[in-house]
């Protein structure tokens, strides 16, 4: 069951960065919804108190399956209340919840809670493959790869701008890196994924994605 902790645990450290970025805003605020759902300032902190709890019920006690539904239904109220921009991490997070549900349908109830079915597996890493192959290809655009219009190479200029590095070569080279490494990076991962001899070495390099995007600030798009 450690996947399930692992999951739960993603979910709070989510709420908790969020949480640090935007003070009680993020708790309370419900501007122009993603999906429509227009709910009051104290229903959408009672959403998220929720998710939390159950995200914590879960992390300590995982083999209480019937959280697993609960934790999707509240998931789905927050996603389609969640202001202007929806989270990408959510959005997984959504899909991963709804695998974890089916996976439930593969076990008896006896042995509901014990161990996922190996479908929970496929499932995850299905999301995780799908996930990375939208981010490559839809980056594959003339604004993106533009040095000038690019969201990777002003996010790269950016950083070297804050370290005060203006030097117009290594500018120059951390802009292309920033949009063809990232490329790069995504069209690799989920062949690496794929196999078994080279999984870890994907394991690395996303979490290596994963880093690099944190370091430059806010990506645009999937991922």
Not at 149 to 172: D, M, W, Y
């Amino acid at each position: 069951m450690l996947f399930v902790q692992l999951f739960a645990l993603a979910l709070l450290v989510h709420e908790a960065l969020w949480l640090c970025q935007d003070g009680e805003t993020y708790f309370s605020g419900c501007f122009l919804p993603a999906w429509g759902l227009s709910l009051t300032r104290p229903q959408v902190r009672a959403a998220h108190l929720t998710l939390i709890a159950l995200a914590g019920a879960i992390l300590a006690r995982p083999g209480l399956w019937p959280l697993y539904p609960a934790l999707l239904a509240v998931l789905s109220l927050l996603i389609a209340s969640y202001s202007l921009r929806l989270s990408n991490h959510l959005v997984i997070a959504w899909f991963m919840a709804l695998a974890l549900c089916l996976d439930l349908l593969f076990r008896t109830p006896a042995h509901r809670g014990i161990e996922p079915a190996s479908f929970l597996f496929v499932g995850i890493r299905m999301i995780m493959l799908l996930t990375y192959l939208l981010a490559f290809f839809h980056k594959l655009n003339p604004e993106y790869l533009s040095f000038d219009q690019s969201c990777g190479a002003c996010l790269g200029r950016g950083h070297l701008e804050n370290r005060r590095i203006r030097n117009p070569r290594l500018i120059k080279g951390y802009s292309f890196l920033a949009i063809y490494g990232t490329l790069t990076l995504e069209a690799g991962i989920p062949v690496l994924l794929l196999l078994l001899a080279t999984r870890p070495l994907g394991l690395c390099l996303a979490i290596l994605r994963k880093s690099s995007s944190s370091g430059l600030g806010r990506v645009d798009g999937l991922v």
